[in-house]
C-alpha cells in the first residue's frame, strides 16, 4: 500500500499525538529527500518509510521524543525538497545542533535542511497555507541515466495545447475527477493558485510542470500532470480537464502519471518558528 503525494492527514501510530512527559519545545523541521528507496512518506508496518527513519534518528538523539509529523504525504518514489516535519524534544538543543545530530543519524537518502523551535505539539499539516509540487519531463527518445527516477521520459510535448488544458483548472473547484479511487473523503473542493509548464534550466529535453494549491487530493497532482502529458501529446483534447471538472467522471482523464518524477518542492507554513538554522 502507498501514500498520497498530497493528503491531509497522515495516519495514526502508538505515541504520535501524545506529547513527551518532559516536552521542553518543539522542534521544525526542512527536509529533503530521494523518494526512490523508500515506501513512502508515512511510517508503515514492515516498510521502509521516510518517516520512519526520521522517528529513529530523533529517537537516537532524544531517546524521550516523539514521533514525527508531516505536513504532506508522498508515494513510494516520490522526491521531496521542502517536506515540513515536526517532534517534541525533551532535550534543549540549538536549531543548529539539531541539523547536525540529525543528519548524523540519517540515511544518506535523507537530509534535514533546516530546523527551527516551535511550540509542544506543533501540528504542521494544519500551518500549511499553500504546497509546490514540480513534476520533471524529459522529452526525450532516449533514457538518460543522470535523469533516472527522478524524471518521467515522454516524447516531445506540444507545451501550448498543455498550458490551455491546465488554465481552467486554476482556482477554486471540485477535483472528485482528479484523485485516486482509494481516496473516500467527502469534500473534494480544492484550490489551485497556478500551473506552469515550462522549460527546465540548463537542458533542452527538460520540462517541468509546477503545481501549487491550498491542498491537494489523493494522487491529484499525478492525475492533472498524466492527462497534460495526454493533452501533450495528442492523446487527449484540451477541453477534457474542463469537462471532468463539470462531470466528475475519472475516465474522461489521461493516465496517472509515474511517482518518479514528483518532487514537493515547497510547503509554506503560516509559522516558521524562531532562532531557524540556517537563517
Do not use: C
Not at 491531509?8 to 521542553?24: C, H, M, N, V, W
Amino acid at each position: 500500500m502507498t501514500t498520497s503525494d498530497a493528503s491531509e492527514t497522515l495516519p495514526s501510530a502508538e505515541g504520535d499525538r501524545a506529547l513527551p512527559a518532559a516536552a521542553s519545545h518543539g522542534v521544525l523541521l526542512t527536509v529533503r529527500y530521494d523518494g526512490g528507496p523508500f515506501s513512502g512518506f508515512a511510517r508503515q508496518p514492515n516498510a521502509r518509510t521516510v518517516a520512519g527513519e526520521l522517528d529513529g534518528a530523533v529517537r537516537a538523539v532524544d531517546a524521550r521524543a516523539s514521533l514525527v509529523r508531516g505536513a504532506s504525504r508522498t508515494d513510494a518514489g516520490v522526491h521531496a525538497l521542502g517536506q515540513r516535519v515536526a517532534f517534541d524534544a525533551t532535550r534543549e538543543l540549538a536549531s543548529r545542533n539539531w541539523v547536525l545530530a540529525l543528519n548524523a543519524q540519517l540515511p544518506a537518502e535523507i537530509a534535514v535542511a533546516r530546523a527551527s523551535l516551535v511550540e509542544p505539539g506543533f501540528e504542521p499539516r494544519f500551518r500549511a497555507t499553500h504546497k509546490l509540487y514540480r513534476y520533471v519531463l524529459l522529452e526525450s527518445p532516449v533514457r538518460d541515466p543522470f535523469h533516472e527516477g527522478r524524471a518521467w521520459r515522454v516524447d516531445p510535448l506540444d507545451h501550448e495545447r498543455m498550458l490551455r488544458a491546465a488554465a481552467p483548472l486554476v482556482g477554486e473547484h471540485d477535483f472528485n475527477a482528479f484523485r485516486a479511487a482509494s481516496d473516500e473523503r467527502k469534500d473534494t473542493v480544492r484550490k489551485i493558485l497556478r500551473i506552469e509548464v515550462r522549460r527546465g534550466s540548463g537542458d533542452a529535453r527538460i520540462a517541468e510542470v509546477l503545481v501549487e494549491g491550498t491542498g491537494f487530493l489523493h494522487r491529484m497532482v499525478r492525475i492533472i500532470v498524466g492527462s497534460l502529458v495526454d493533452v501533450g501529446r495528442g492523446k487527449l483534447d484540451p477541453s477534457a480537464l474542463e469537462g471532468a471538472l463539470a462531470s466528475g467522471d475519472r475516465t474522461a482523464l489521461g493516465i496517472t502519471a509515474p511517482p518518479d518524477g514528483l518532487h514537493l518542492d515547497h510547503i509554506a507554513l503560516d509559522d516558521e518558528g524562531r532562532s531557524a538554522w540556517p537563517s
